[in-house]
């Protein structure tokens, strides 16, 4: 069969692909459906053709799988959030299960190591500590809503549609965060509507509000809302945080972050407090962090402690060890093991995030952690012992090669690898694997509703 760009076709999906879309095969032609899941018989309509592959989006559903759930969120399917919102959870965690094992198998060729059942997320709604809404002059419809006389498609505060940067659905309400954030959401957005000073163009770049941040510390039931603005005008502003703080007595922080910049970035370079105090305090296990507005932290609070659990249980720490731990961020993992270690390193490019990882130290009164700012790459060779275990915790494009290379020249006894992409998990461990053997890896999932997963893997010297 001839297939192409804007072709309907039936389809039959047998599997999910890695990246979470549905997998159908034409004439051996693979073609990766959104929207769809194993058992599914769909139309679609074919968006995009290559010599080897073919993507399509499904129109419509001619025979549902048992697999499938009903979506209580009417965003369902056009907000990137959660895009598996309709695949059962049991399926969810099954599916992420089999990525990170077929990672391993077909990127890294490496056979018969146990990838263990998912770790199941506490909350699979509910879950997120932080949510990032962005401001637009022209809200994305609905299929619903096009052509309706009542529905207005001015200004709106909400979600990007996937893989766009200039299409925003105005969100009433998002599942993923506590219930308290939706009305958070709706009275910013009041008064945005209401004010005489307008959104920022996602195009144009001009105008004045740009996005609203919240964050939500499980730990005290406490928020923080930031509102980043184009501009520092504090009589615009004021009236906002002084108004979230008289309705929700659980909002202890507002912030204000000023960014000028076009990149729709929701960081700011100047930063005001308008209401409380300039973080938040959030705890796991027995440590507490301090999360200011643009401190990075896990935003599955409850899959976070999972997470540590399974990688103090790896590192297999007696208080005698010194660790390593690349790509440490704000200390998380470093201060959850501290008390299991003689000494801990961590190694962070993100100066920031090494004064976060400091400050936390001190309020957890841990003593026997340190922290280095700088490129990765330079810091290691900075090193004066070699590390009996290192934990690797790096971004979703792994490590740089050049890092690999002195990993192996260290040769620490023990490694603990924290992913959250199975594909360059599966190529760094293949760079390691005459090295090292890989004994087990645990994936964990802290992101309910998509196909994305953490994974820790667990390697010893030959």
């Known amino acids: 069969m001839t297939i192409k760009k804007g072709q309907l076709i039936e389809l039959d999906i047998s599997q999910v692909a890695f990246g979470g879309k549905g997998l159908s095969k034409v004439d051996g032609l693979a073609v990766f459906v959104e929207r769809a899941v194993p058992l599914d018989r769909v139309v679609a ?23 499938r759930v009903q979506t209580p969120c009417p965003y369902s399917g056009y907000c990137g959030g959660c895009t598996w919102q309709f695949l059962d959870y049991n399926y969810q965690i099954l599916y992420k299960q089999q990525h990170v094992k077929e990672s391993l198998e077909h990127i890294a060729l490496i056979q018969e190591v146990p990838v263990h059942p998912t770790i199941s997320s506490p909350k699979i709604f509910g879950y997120r500590n932080k949510m990032e809404f962005s401001c637009t002059t022209r809200r994305w419809l609905l299929p619903e809503e096009m052509g309706r006389d009542d529905v207005d498609a001015g200004t709106a505060l909400g ?30 957005r009041q008064y945005i509507k209401d004010s005489p000073l307008p959104v920022y163009g996602l195009r144009s770049h001009e105008g004045f509000w740009r996005f609203l941040v919240v964050r939500h510390a499980t730990a005290g039931d406490y928020w923080m809302v930031n509102i980043v603005t184009a501009e520092k005008r504090l009589e615009a ?27 729709a970035i929701a960081i ?42 399974t990688v103090r249980r790896y590192a297999d720490l007696n208080g005698r060890e010194r660790v390593v731990d690349l790509y440490c961020g704000t200390g998380t993992i470093a201060i959850y093991l501290a008390a299991t270690a003689k000494e801990i390193i961590g190694l962070e490019v993100v100066e920031s995030a090494v004064a976060d990882a400091r400050r936390n130290c001190l309020r957890n009164g841990i003593e026997n952690c340190r922290f280095i700012a700088g490129d990765v790459r330079q810091t290691l060779k900075q090193l004066d012992h070699c590390p009996e275990v290192m934990i690797i915790d790096p971004p979703r494009a792994g490590m740089h090669q050049d890092v690999v290379a002195q990993v192996l020249a260290l040769a620490p006894q023990r490694i603990v690898y924290v992913s959250c992409n199975p594909a360059t998990l599966a190529r760094d461990l293949a760079l390691m694997k005459e090295r090292y053997s890989v004994l087990e890896v645990q994936p964990v999932d802290m992101f309910p509703h998509t196909f994305h997963i953490e994974a820790v893997a667990r390697l010893v010297k030959k």
């Open 159 to 188: 979600l990007h549609v996937p893989g766009t940067f200039d299409k925003v659905i105005d969100i009433e309400a998002c599942l993923l965060m506590p219930d308290l954030g939706n009305p958070i959401l709706r009275d910013v």
């Open 268 to 309: 700011g370079e100047q930063e005001v407090v308008l209401s409380g105090q300039p973080f938040i305090l959030e705890r796991i296990g027995n440590h507490e962090f301090e999360l200011s507005a643009n401190s990075f932290f896990q935003t599955n609070t409850q899959g976070a402690r999972q997470l540590y659990e």
């Open 237 to 263: 502003v004021q009236p906002l945080a002084d108004l979230l703080k008289q309705r929700y007595p659980q909002i202890i922080s507002v912030i204000n972050n000023i960014s000028g910049r076009r990149a």
């Open 45 to 67: 309509r074919i968006t995009k053709k290559k010599k080897s592959y073919a993507e399509a989006r499904t129109v419509e559903l001619l025979k549902a799988s048992p697999q």
